[in-house]
């Protein structure tokens, strides 16, 4: 079955540049969930879509934004980048099946490893 | 507000011993979702289970169970007869129906070194 596709695996930026993740939700899927995982640590709610709106936002800072477009797919851009952003990002994608509550498993991807020097 | 405690940071075992992770939650909704996610050493999230709240039945799949217990707000995690392939970062994780947006919380997660 197909899953979730995040691009890049890896990103490796200096301080104060930008970058995009891109996220491609399971095929259907309308609801795309952007999560940060620092080290050793659990993973963080950063912001959600549903239907191509923002949905929800967690601890996600200003210097980063996103959207969802149109085929579904989302991208995360993180500007002013700083050492504190190294981090694993994950994409989530799920399906709204009952009005506009969550009521299905979040399915992940396999991460962007971003590394911040 | 919600949160989840896993309260064991690392657990170490000899393959084909049994071991229980802890969950413990807490949420003021009545209506949510309990999950389990497995992190191997490569970096995915692996769904493993999601149970919602009015359904306490206890759940097998293969050497896995999951017990849970809405007296007591717990959602434990049992490996029977482990193997060096469960060894991993296991997450539990809550979702809140009515409260919590579309969130969802994990706990601190328990690392599990299951020995050869």
């Known amino acids: 079955a197909a899953g979730v596709i995040q691009s890049p695996r890896h990103l490796i930026k200096e301080k104060r540049e930008t970058a995009t993740l891109k996220c491609y939700p399971i095929?259907?899927?309308?609801?795309v969930y952007w999560y940060q995982q620092g080290p050793g640590q659990d993973p963080q709610f950063l912001i959600s879509?549903?239907?191509?709106?923002?949905?929800d936002k967690g601890s996600i800072p200003d210097r980063f934004s996103a959207q969802q477009f149109s085929d579904y797919h989302s991208e995360l851009n993180m500007s002013s980048l700083e050492l504190g952003d190294s981090a694993l990002y994950f994409c989530?994608?799920?399906?709204?099946?009952?009005?506009?509550?969550?009521?299905?498993?979040?399915?992940f991807g396999p991460g962007t490893r971003l590394l911040v020097l | 507000a919600q949160k989840v405690t896993q309260a064991q940071t690392e657990i170490s075992v000899v393959e084909k011993e049994d071991v229980t992770l802890d969950c413990v939650y807490e949420?003021?909704?009545?209506?949510?979702?309990l999950f389990w996610y497995k992190q191997p050493p490569s970096g995915e999230l692996v769904f493993l289970i999601r149970?919602?709240?009015?359904?306490?039945q206890n759940e097998i799949s293969g050497r896995y169970s999951w017990n849970f217990q809405k007296s007591t707000s717990s959602f434990n995690f049992t490996i029977t007869a482990s193997q060096v392939v469960d060894s991993a970062v296991y997450f539990c994780?809550?979702?809140?129906?009515?409260?919590?947006?579309?969130?969802?919380?994990f706990g601190a997660g328990t690392r599990l070194f299951v020995k050869a």
């Open positions: 879509f549903y239907e191509k709106m923002q949905s």
């Open positions: 949420t003021r909704d009545t209506t949510y979702y």
């Open positions: 095929p259907r899927h309308d609801t």
């Open positions: 989530a994608s799920s399906l709204l099946t009952s009005g506009r509550r969550p009521q299905e498993t979040q399915y």
């Open positions: 994780a809550l979702s809140e129906v009515n409260t919590g947006g579309f969130k969802t919380i």
């Open positions: 149970r919602n709240s009015f359904d306490e």
